[in-house]
């Protein structure tokens, strides 16, 4: 399936295969009628782009790239208002609606970083282009491809260059050295400068796959189970990221408790509440699929009574030292939204699958955020109770071409895959849905 990258042949291919497997369990399509639930996906790529000051005209790549996310446009700025790293209270008094600032002190931009916080602040003044002096980011932006699934935005960021030195000093000649040495003060030159940037948008299409085991008694109320199926691609036509355990080993999870509850419906047994199984796509270029989904629910969120989420289980941690490396699965998120999920998935382990349940990732000091990474946290946000099930495998096969078949351990992702399907079994037919007890918090406030 070519790395089922999001948006190409290969995932589109990897949707039929679902598709097919859904329709020969008996599942019904999960959207008016079909299996699929397609959502565009808008691409950017570039076709040119400038940078010129008092008619001179600078190299991309060399003196100044683009930020990805850079709209096309063309600026003419007769102004540039310089500030430097440590300006941020003078910028806060300036009046900078329309403007074009130049930022000296190679800042840098990351998470929770002084960079990204400057940005958003000039953002919010209005501000209309950034010239940011930083030679790192000289060569990483240019070529990205920009893809996104929300064409519209609340507000448009300004719009932002790296620059050299040799651009700034362009602008601002000798005064560059001065505004390097951390100076307070903003000070605005003359200089005519263009900004260009020519792009081209495709509509490209993508889609979850969706089947409906039908309940009985409860059957307008839904359990979700979930698993994204995209990966990352190939690159050129030797390297394919093949993403078995990412998320091969909850995608084909979700196929054999799709069988295993056609299996127990058509003994009689058949759950009371619907089972929808859900496999999205856009998971790996963020979670695009469970937002299109939780943002067009095909089945109402307020009558799903929970999601069960599984990305990655098929491998052992080999960091976790503690306990029997074969014999465990991390539990993500069943303290949180409702108190429902840990007594019922406690009690399911205890009388089956008896895996030794790691909660490390529920440590809300833990640095991954590994609540916040995967489909699940869509529904969440949305008020729907979940679990995440996941093996912990970051190690050096993480996101490489080495993420093959060959290193899953089948027995251990027969063993979790069972837990999920007992805990959804409880949650299909017990007598009320999950409560809603616990508001969620977005997790920044206690670190
Ligand atoms: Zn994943």
Known sequence: MEGRETATAGQRKAAAYIESQFKQLGLLPGNNGSYQLYYNVY????????LEVNGQAFQLGKDFTINANDIPATMRF??????????????KNANLAGKLVLLTGN???????????????????????????NNNYLRSFANRRQQTINLFKKSIAPQLFFVSEAVARSIIG???DNATSGTTAIKTY???VLLDVKKTTKTLQSSDV????????????????????DHLGKRGDSVIYYGADDDGSGTVSVLEMAKAFA????????PRRSIVFLANSGEEEGLWGSEYYTGHPTFPLDKTTADLNIDMIGRIDASRKQGDSTNYVYVVGDDKVSSDLHMISEAENKKYTKLELDYKFNDPNDMQRIYYRS??????????PIIFYYDGMLGADYHKPTDTPDKINYNLLAKRAQLVFYTAWNMANRNDMLKRDIPLTDGTASR
């Open 375 to 384: 489909d699940h946290y869509n529904f969440a946000k949305n008020g729907v």
């Open 107 to 133: 800042i840098s931009l990351g998470r929770n970083s002084k960079g990204t916080a400057l940005l958003s602040m000039l953002q919010s003044k209005g501000a209309a282009g950034v010239l940011l002096v």
């Open 210 to 229: 969706i089947g409906l085991l039908p309940g009985t008694d409860l059957k307008d109320q839904y359990l979700v189970i979930s698993a994204h199926y």
């Open 190 to 192: 003359t200089a005519d």
């Open 263 to 270: 299996k127990a419906k058509a003994a009689g047994k058949g």
């Open 43 to 50: 691409q950017d790529s570039l076709i040119s782009t400038a």
């Open 174 to 176: 000798n005064d560059y």
């Open 78 to 91: 007769s102004e540039v208002v310089l500030a430097g790293q440590n300006a941020t209270d003078s910028l």
